[in-house]
């Protein structure tokens, strides 16, 4: 009750009224700059509270298959570059965490290598599981999910863009 008179009271008053304006979540753009922490570059992220588990663009130069994966005896390093749309790339060696099941249009599943990256968003830092996938087809590099989002305690503006710096202070 008092949730609907606040919200009638902003709205005869001329104000809109913002969940996030009463707690301390960080609010940014639908659409922002992203870094990789400790590689200077900087990528475009779409921020999509309807994916559940970030993406980002990467072209596998190395990865242990994923029936090796399950052998501990072998390794589960993989190499890949990230390339923004300056065509500017940086080549990465990490672990694989785990391979995520990804649901096809068609019906189907594909498997994606994750692996964990430190992201600078919104001028904050952000450890956080993140698919390697071919997003060459698709408009932004990076796809920041729900979990990262909530992660980070963000709530995205769909009428903002680019709202802040990508830059992080260690």
Same mark, same amino acid.
């Given at each position: 009750m008092l949730r609907k008179l606040?919200?009638?009271t902003s709205i005869i008053a001329g104000t809109t009224f913002s969940a996030a304006a009463d707690t301390d979540k960080n609010v940014l753009g639908w659409l922002e700059h992203v870094r990789i922490a400790d590689l200077d570059i900087q990528l475009d992220a779409k921020l999509d509270s309807g994916a559940k588990t970030s993406s980002i663009h990467a072209v596998i130069l190395n990865a242990p298959s994923r029936k090796d994966w399950d052998d501990e005896d072998k390794s589960r390093d993989i190499v890949f570059k990230v390339i923004n749309e300056d065509d500017?790339?940086?080549t990465i060696e990490t672990e694989i965490v785990r391979w995520?099941? *990804?649901? $096809? %249009? #068609?019906?189907?599943?594909?498997h994606r290598p994750v692996v964990e990256l430190e992201f600078c968003l919104g001028g904050l830092l952000i450890e956080d599981e993140v698919t390697l996938a071919d997003r060459g087809n698709f408009n932004y590099e990076t796809l920041i999910g729900r979990n990262m989002l909530e992660k980070a305690d963000i709530v995205v503006?769909?009428?903002? *863009?680019? $709202? %802040? #710096?990508?830059?992080?202070?260690k």
């Open positions: 606040l919200i009638a500017e790339e940086r995520a099941a *990804i649901k $096809t %249009k #068609r019906g189907g599943l594909i503006d769909a009428s903002e *863009i680019y $709202t %802040k #710096r990508a830059r992080c202070s």
